[in-house]
């Protein structure tokens, strides 16, 4: 159900210095001058790299109608406790190499269609997925999926290099990955019972069927049902990865054997070598999960607000 909100007046536009070959500095500076032309409230800020730094300003950030995001999915996910604690209404400007959270509601940097979603002002409560478990402090949130594979250790690679990303660096590291990948040993559980039982495969929890769209990994993934998806290939395989990017180039579905199970409450023990997890795109916590190590995944308690274009 929408929900209908106040025209929001006063907005923070937060960039994310490094995505997009660092141009989000730019485009957010110019989103700000044209909704000021149009006669609005506006402060730009730079992304912080900490998801806490956020939470020492809610009383500050909820003064503000309106978050407006110039970045992609890694920047999204550090928002999102502050987005659930304060209620405020978030619009994402595609500024990563994925943005797939702006994608899959249909946002763009057209300045036309974000005047439109303003004057429209409606919103869906949307719920997010946190992580917790062994060597976790506190709960980290997820947006759109976290994922044990291809995929993850690709992210790895990612996060050591400096300076902005691009295609070139995700094809590298990508290569890099297929040459040494493995999959884990896991169990899996879900609203206390086991589904998997020390199987090796590769693994993804989503919230969002948005991740590998045309790939259709995980279709069920809805943020509107407060349920988290899992996604199982057991003895998953090189080629496995080689028909993903094969269907990813003709836009179809890849139609791989995985297993799903859906539930408010999963967790996932890791029981031979570590591994690295990605999380929205992110390399979680810089460090592979341990191996003995169980994580928990859990709908978030506070849903966040969406502002959604017209179009959809």
Known sequence: MFIDIPTPEKILIIFNPISSVGNTRAL????????VHHGKLVEVSESKKKMKAYMRGVSEISAYDLLVVVGGDGTVRKLLPLL???KLPLYVVPGGNESLFAHSY??????E????????????EQFYGVI??????GAKPFFIMASMGFDSLTVKRIGRRKGPINDFTYVWCGLSALASLHHPTVTITVD???VVDCQSG???????????????????????????????????RRYHELIKIWCMLQRKP??????????KSLSLTIHDLSYPMQVDGDYFRNRDIEAGATLEFEVSPKPIRVLIPPQR
């Open 192 to 194: 206390g019972q086991v």
């Open 202 to 236: 590769y693994i993804i929890v989503a919230n969002s069927a948005a991740y590998a769209r045309n790939l259709q990994l995980v279709p069920a993934a809805n943020p509107s049902i407060n349920e988290l998806v899992m996604g199982f290939l057991p003895g998953a």
């Open 106 to 111: 249909g946002m763009s940097a057209n300045t």
């Open 28 to 35: 957010a500076h110019r989103l700000g001058e044209f909704l």
């Open 132 to 137: 917790s478990g062994s060597g976790i402090r």
């Open 254 to 263: 890849a139609e791989l054997p995985l297993q799903y199970v859906s539930g």
């Open 84 to 86: 659930s604690e304060t």
């Open 113 to 124: 269609n974000l005047l439109k979603t303003l004057e429209r002002s409606q919103c869906l």
